[in-house]
């Protein structure tokens, strides 16, 4: 009985063991700089709080206070990029591809899976963009990377998306 038990013991972590390495994120992963511009670009500066299209408070390069619960009422330049690396590389933690490591992944595949779980909550809720950046099919990307608010097709964004990652 008791060998029974240490047996399925073992196997459950194995499993599990298993599991946590296909979905453990690339060890010391740092956002590419063009990653960083592109958000810097998209989101723009702003040093103090402020209410997104979807009536969310930021500040910064799209730093959501209301998730964070920060108090911040101003802060610089400096301050506001390194609040984005922080979230940018949260929002890499966040990343869902159940039965691929990321550690496969490019750089370019890493920074877009990386934009969509830092503007969109996560990459799940793109299950077709996902598989197109996975499968690398950049003809794929292009018919699934475009981004609405409110009902609203958020040309510009799309426009330096499209320009930045998939040209």
């Known amino acids: 009985m ?3 038990l240490l047996i399925g013991i073992s196997v459950w972590v194995i499993v599990m ?7 453990t994120p690339v060890f010391g992963y740092e956002p590419s700089q063009k990653l960083i511009a592109y958000v810097k670009q998209a989101e723009g500066f702003r ?6 299209v ?7 390069y799209g730093h959501n206070l209301e998730a964070k619960k920060t108090g911040y009422k101003r802060i610089s330049e400096a301050e506001a990029t390194k609040l984005l690396v922080k979230d940018l590389k949260t929002a890499y933690a966040r990343i869902s591809v159940p039965g691929r490591s990321l550690n496969s992944l490019s750089q370019q595949q890493l920074d877009i899976l990386t934009d969509y779980s830092f503007h969109l909550g996560s990459n799940r809720k793109f299950p077709k963009m996902t598989k197109a950046v996975l499968d690398n099919n950049l003809s794929a990307q292009r018919q699934h990377y475009k ?3 409110g009902g609203r097709e958020l040309t510009g964004r799309n426009r330096l998306f499209y320009n930045t990652f998939l040209q």
Do not use: C, Q, S
């Open 54 to 60: 979807t009536g969310v408070l930021h500040i910064g």
């Open 17 to 23: 063991l298993g599991m946590f390495a296909l979905t």
């Open 2 to 4: 008791i060998k029974d």
């Open 147 to 149: 981004r609405f608010a």
């Open 47 to 52: 040093a103090t709080p402020y209410k997104d």
